[in-house]
């Protein structure tokens, strides 16, 4: 099955920007809706932003709406997440996700997942 690994993640301050990288395995990539999603401590795993097969539909929480812009590239079998203007409660594991439609990526039915990367945004 396709595995995707995640990166760029790091230390950053309230008010910075990251871009998140997830790389997948093979050219099914181009074949899937891809999602981000985070977990902070103690909270349960929600989601972030989604992004249909061809880029060409995107869905994002109200919380990261204007700040985050997620976009895929086929050709490099990679799909990112750039963050701007980070709040500290931005900090989070990030994790990257492949689904058949963006209604399994939105609900988090998915199967493939990346094992995460952590972003934390002090204040």
Do not use: H
Not at 29 to 47: H, I, N, S, T, V
Not at 91 to 116: H, M, N, P, R
């Amino acid at each position: 099955q396709m595995q995707l690994a995640e990166s760029g993640g790091g230390l950053v301050q309230a008010g910075g920007s990251l871009r998140l990288s997830c790389v997948a395995s093979d050219n099914t990539f181009r074949d899937y809706c891809m999602g981000w999603f985070r977990q902070a401590p103690g909270k349960e795993r929600e989601l972030v932003a989604s992004i249909s097969w061809s880029g060409g539909s995107t869905y994002y929480v109200d919380d990261v709406r204007g700040r985050f812009t997620i976009s895929r590239d086929n050709a490099k079998y990679t799909v990112y997440l750039q963050m701007n203007s980070l709040k500290p409660e931005d900090t989070a594991v990030y994790f990257c996700a492949a689904g058949t439609t963006q209604g399994d990526v939105i609900k988090g039915a998915v199967d493939i997942w990346g094992k995460g990367t952590l972003v934390t945004v002090s204040s």
